[in-house]
């Protein structure tokens, strides 16, 4: 390792683990040089299809250079020295650059014919199959070779009324799930040993295990970081669209992974349910403060934070139209009323006025559990002859996006906006004057009690919205949305 000597940190015997977990392994003991070993081996995995196999091969760290054993040949370039003697030393004319030998060449050449005979035969294969399954040959066209979703998949998105009453986001995600994955058989996930809190399970499949290998569904397990990593395995393979659940703090342990889904262009989705304070008596080791703006801060990672249930609907209609991105939806635990003006479509716009007052004087902005608050203080503050324009913001990256035409029709000029989210403060100083959020961890309570400590209240909004139009009433409001596109 670059330290030294892996022994520096680690003796545990990895073969015998392996071999615990009940996987076939093998061993090649002269990685360097026992090409034939490494071949059989290969082989003898392949032959084996009732266990996954390891297969451990011992080598030396740049073997043939002078520095071979040594982490100096880990990190820096070996010199044009040692680099004349490690080419000697495997055969090779040391005076000679970006040479490539004429048999290797040859040998090259000769995958290109074998791939095209490969690729022939396959074909055959696969149109005697379209010949006996057409259905399922249809559908691996369209899901692996092409990339397609169904025609009409967006049919089988559900919305709702506020007459649906008052419902946890994590619940409406079941249902839009479970409709979605109805829809698109080609939609697989899991939970990190907590599906009966993240509300995940696909209902007309079953899970998928060494018996049953046509589930769509997994049990992870306590494992935030494999399961993230299986589900980027799974979209590289392609011809899946893979999901994975935990608490939104426990994204924590997977972010290496789910960075990675993000660098890679897979699509992955993150289902992340009790999202901030709002979980209650689990207190500030479950509450995810600060998560909400680890993940937004995260490239072609696309955070969705629904405000009801049409909007959580409306989250997943939009990541299932962005191919090569992958998204997180931060769901509550607590009941969420459906507003009347939530919309399905408006999500794929990143921002919206869920409530338009007449020439306002006021504009709140906020996401998930805390539109319903922002609504319910902007009712007063109107009845009060202070018109208050409410939007929703269920993903500030899809409204970062938009032109700048529509942003300024969202958020008006001359009239000042106070963000309220019930997780960190940092970030919404671009889209608000004041910000109602956290900087501090939260507390263990009953949800209402700790929303009421906090001052994330309908009251304590209109108290603080009445204070901030007072602030602005004799000077200039900047234009948050006047911003130069260059």
Not at 170 to 175: H, L, V, Y
Not at 231 to 250: D, E, K, Q, S
Not at 322 to 332: E, G, K, Q, V
């Amino acid at each position: 390792t670059i330290d030294g000597p892996t022994t520096l940190s680690f003796t545990e015997d990895v073969a015998k683990r392996y071999e615990a977990y009940g996987w076939q392994v093998l061993h090649v003991e002269n990685g360097n040089t026992d090409f034939s070993g490494i071949e059989k081996a290969v082989n003898e995995a392949r032959a084996c299809t009732d266990k996954p196999t390891l297969i451990k091969i011992t080598t030396i760290i740049g073997y043939g250079s002078t520095k071979q054993n040594t982490h100096d040949v880990h990190g820096a370039p070996l010199g044009a020295e040692d680099l004349k003697h490690t080419k000697k030393f495997f055969g090779f004319d040391p005076e000679e650059s970006f040479v490539v030998p004429d048999d290797v060449k040859e040998a090259m050449l000769t995958c290109v014919e074998k791939g095209a005979e490969a690729e022939e035969q396959w074909n055959k294969v696969f149109a005697a199959y379209k010949e006996t399954n057409p259905d399922k040959a249809a559908q691996f066209e369209r899901a692996v070779i092409r990339g397609d979703l169904p025609d009409g998949w967006e049919n089988s998105l559900p919305s709702f009324t506020p007459e649906n009453g008052s419902i946890a986001s994590r619940n409406s995600s079941a249902t839009v799930l479970n409709a979605i994955a109805n829809a698109i058989p080609e939609i697989v996930g899991g939970s990190a040993d907590l599906t009966p809190s993240n509300k995940t399970q696909i209902k007309a499949s079953h899970d998928y295990q060494a018996e049953t290998p046509e589930g769509r569904y997994v049990r992870y397990g306590i494992r935030e970081h494999a399961m993230s990593s299986i589900c980027n395995g799974m979209a590289a393979y392609g011809g899946i669209i893979p999901y994975c659940a935990t608490f939104l703090n426990f994204a924590g342990y997977a972010l290496g992974a789910i960075r990675l889904s993000a660098l890679s262009k897979f699509q992955v989705f993150y289902v992340m349910t009790h999202d901030s304070i709002g979980l209650g008596e689990d207190g500030p080791t479950h509450q995810p403060v600060g998560m909400l703006l680890s993940c937004r801060s995260i490239p072609n990672f696309y955070v969705f934070r629904p405000a009801d249930a049409n909007e959580v609907s409306g989250s997943y209609k939009s990541a299932l139209k962005m191919r090569n991105s992958s998204s997180l939806f931060a769901l509550s635990r607590q009941d969420l009323p459906c507003l009347a003006g939530s919309s399905v479509d408006a999500v794929e716009k990143g921002a919206y006025q869920v409530v338009t007052a007449d020439d306002p004087q006021l504009v709140f902005c906020g996401t998930g559990s805390e539109v319903s608050i922002l609504v319910e203080a902007a009712e007063m503050l109107t009845g009060e002859g202070i018109p208050t324009t409410v939007v929703s913001m269920p993903c500030w990256k899809l409204f970062d996006k938009q032109s700048a035409e529509y942003k300024k029709s969202v958020f008006p000029k001359g009239v000042p906006v106070m963000s309220l989210e019930a997780a960190s403060k940092e970030g919404w100083a671009k889209y608000s004057h004041y910000q109602m959020g956290m900087d501090r961890f939260g507390k263990s309570a009953p949800y209402l009690k700790v929303y009421e400590y906090f001052g994330f209240t309908a009251e304590n909004m209109a108290k603080k919205g009445k204070g901030l139009v007072k602030f602005y009433a004799e000077k200039e409001v900047p234009w948050l949305m006047d911003m130069p596109e260059l």
